[in-house]
């Protein structure tokens, strides 16, 4: 994909430690969303963001889950405390506009393991 | 309730031999629907969006469909590159702002 660009591709964690997943959008695109899949699940919308604020976060937990899309540098997804339950694959998308004549487009993922 | 359904889970398919995946879908206002390939350890991939009843979309062994309530993904001759999880998405608006609900997926496989 030669758009959308996410590190680390892979990342391991004990419980109670921090996880920081990090998402470039594609060029020219000001949008960005965050999507969390489990095995057998489907993509489960986070948040949505645009540069400097957050649109909707409807999807997010509560608790120890944040996210960030600042003026400059990329879009960070930050859990605290993690849990085994926060294994999972989470994913970023970006488009042009919000609107649905502009697709979202994947990067390839983080892969979070919690030990 | 899911508020989309997408089916079969899974198909196995001998190469050329065509079929087609589902997708339903029960929102209302529905903005777009999206039609993504993903492969195993990589992001979806775009495929089609459609917009209303009766449009139709194509690329190459695949066509997209389109009725007031489903979709289709109709796959021509597959061959075993055909192998992936097709992915359905519908935008609608929910709230005052517009939402993408996924599909769990249909997994295809293609034998040779």
């Known amino acids: 994909n030669a758009g959308v660009m996410q590190n680390p591709r892979h990342l391991v964690r004990r419980r109670g430690q921090e996880a920081r997943l990090r998402c470039s959008p594609m060029k020219g695109h000001s949008h960005v969303y965050w999507y969390r899949q489990l095995p057998e699940e489907g993509l489960k919308f986070m948040v949505y963001l645009q540069k400097e604020n957050i649109i909707d976060e409807s999807g997010m937990p509560k608790e120890r889950f944040s996210a960030e899309f600042p003026k400059e540098g990329p879009s960070i997804l930050r859990i605290q405390q993690v849990v085994r339950g926060d294994s999972a694959a989470y994913f970023c998308a970006s488009s042009l506009s919000s609107y649905s004549n502009q697709p979202q487009h994947f990067g390839d993922g983080t892969r979070l393991s919690i030990l | ?112």
């Open chain 2, 1 to 112: 309730e899911d508020q989309v359904t997408q089916s079969p889970e899974a198909l196995r398919l001998q190469e050329g031999e065509s079929s087609s995946l589902n997708c339903s879908y029960t929102v209302s206002g529905l903005r777009g629907l999206f039609w993504y390939r993903q492969d195993p350890g990589k992001g979806p991939e775009f495929l089609f969006t459609l917009y209303s009843a009766g449009e139709e979309k194509e690329k190459e062994r695949l066509k997209a469909t389109l009725t007031k309530k489903e979709s289709f993904l109709h796959i021509t001759a597959p061959k075993p590159e055909d192998s992936a999880t097709y992915l359905c998405a519908v935008q609608f608006i929910q709230g005052g702002s517009e939402k993408l609900v996924f599909g769990k997926g249909t997994k295809l496989t293609v034998n040779p």
